[in-house]
């Protein structure tokens, strides 16, 4: 698989977002036991009850973060450390909701790529919004940036050129990433940009429309609706929701 990048935005604003998370560990079954803005305030990994690895996995993230690090790199160095404490292949799990411990797969070389992908990217997204949001009245506009190939989401695709005011709550929904191992980005524009891209047809002025669909939670047995288009838990704005718990004052 080719190596993922993550924007322009500074390790250091990605580590902040990474950091607050790293205060608050949570050891879970399923993704689905935290729902969305919960993910950007806490960091955890399914299925790690009981083995004492999260925080090993915790400073590995912040470590690709902080010099960064090549999946490759963070696989080698992590899969031993996981082996050695058991958290590797399939084997009995801890459910600490039901207490028991079903056989389950916990770590191998495509959970550690989700692990690495999902955390790298949403704390960045969380660097980039809070960048955005300190430079808003130069570029007070972002446009969505979608990969163009053969990988791309069909909404993804559709929703490539958007371009709104920051502030707009389409935003609040679809600042990405918009699921699991969704590439897209955002860039910001100034207005002179804007101007200029708009009279060229290079950019979509107006929010595309949002169909909502249902999604049962297994874990909980609630129903929410999501985007269309938004892999369920994703239908969130990371940045606003680390931004929030910053002037909280939460850890």
Known sequence: MPEATFG???PTE???AM????QVPVETFSWWDIWQH?????FTVAKTAGFDVLSDIQEAVKGALEDGTTFAIFQKKLIPILQEKGWWGRA?????????????????????QII????????????RWA??????ADRPYLMYSAVLDNRTRPQHRAWHGTTLPIDDPWWQTHFPPNGWNCRCTVVSLSEEQHARMHAAGQIKTQAPPTEMVEFRNNRTGEIATVPKGIDPGFG?????????ALKEGQP
């Open 116 to 127: 690495f992908d999902t955390n790298m990217r949403t704390s960045y997204a969380a660097g």
């Open 92 to 112: 009995p799990a801890l459910d600490p909701e039901t207490g028991e411990s079903p056989v389950s797969q916990l770590g191998s070389p495509r959970r550690l």
């Open 236 to 244: 969130y704005n990371v940045g606003t929701a680390f931004l929030e």
């Open 19 to 22: 950091q607050r998370r790293q």
């Open 131 to 136: 960048r955005f949001q300190r430079t808003k």
């Open 8 to 10: 322009n935005v500074t």
């Open 38 to 42: 919960e993910h950007s305030q806490a």
């Open 14 to 16: 990605a580590v902040n």
